[in-house]
Nanobody
Framework: QVQLVESGGDLVQAGGSLRLSCAASGTIFSILHMGWYRQAPGKQRELVATISSGGLTHYDDSVKGRFTISRDNAKNTVYLQANSLKVDDTAVYFC????????????WGQGTQVTVSS
């Protein structure tokens, strides 16, 4: 059973930075494709960024140039470095994993709260 545990969420002022972490267990991490999603109150969950097992990255336009997704296979961890945070970035951030390079996500974490104040 694959488990994903996020951490790093916090209250931060606009313009600040956070680094979110997602630790995976229960499988060979290096073969997983990983992603970060977020869900703001009253809104649907939306994709933030993805990173393939080979390190290819993709970002939603709303975070391009501000957020960076990375992975450390030795630590079974994926990161989301979030810089120049905006109030609109306030959301619960979820980590997701899948074995296939496309399609539905197989595993989800419980989420970590990011709150950006003005």
């Amino acid at each position: 059973q694959v488990q994903l545990v996020e951490s790093g969420g916090d209250l931060v002022q606009a313009g600040g930075s956070l680094r979110l972490s997602c630790a995976a267990s229960g499988t060979i991490f290096s073969i997983l494709h990983m992603g970060w999603y977020r869900q703001a109150p009253g809104k649907q969950r939306e994709l933030v960024a993805t990173i393939s097992s080979g390190g290819l990255t993709h970002y939603d336009d709303s975070v391009k140039g501000r957020f960076t997704i990375s992975r450390d296979n030795a630590k079974n961890t994926v990161y989301l470095q979030a810089n120049s945070l905006k109030v609109d970035d306030t959301a619960v951030y979820f980590c997701a994993a899948r074995r296939s390079s496309y399609g539905t996500w197989d595993y989800w974490g419980q989420g970590t709260q990011v709150t950006v104040s003005s």
